[in-house]
């Protein structure tokens, strides 16, 4: 087992309300980055699954490592 400098971001859906949450990052390590940009695809039938790149994105999120969420 690696131990060491880490850091987690959890996401959590609310699936009444269809509201994803990107929790507070927890842990630090040298290099990090501070701002990170998480491009949300909604999976259906034809879009999303698979191995293909999806080209359109349903929400784009700028997260700082503060909560935020997002309806979709």
């Given at each position: 087992m690696?131990?060491?400098m880490?850091?987690?971001?959890?996401?959590?859906?609310?699936?009444v309300?269809?509201?994803?949450?990107?929790?507070?990052?927890?842990?630090?390590?040298?290099g990090?980055?501070?701002?990170?940009?998480?491009?949300?695809?909604?999976?259906?039938?034809?879009k999303?699954?698979?191995?293909?790149?999806?080209?359109?994105?349903?929400?784009?999120?700028?997260?700082?490592?503060?909560?935020?969420?997002?309806?979709?």
């Open positions: 690696r131990t060491g880490y850091s987690t971001i959890t996401f959590t859906w609310d699936d309300k269809k509201v994803l949450t990107v929790n507070d990052r927890k842990g630090s390590f040298l990090l980055l501070n701002e990170r940009k998480f491009s949300i695809v909604w999976v259906s039938k034809n999303g699954g698979g191995m293909d790149t999806t080209a359109v994105y349903d929400r784009v999120v700028r997260y700082s490592g503060k909560k935020v969420a997002v309806s979709l």
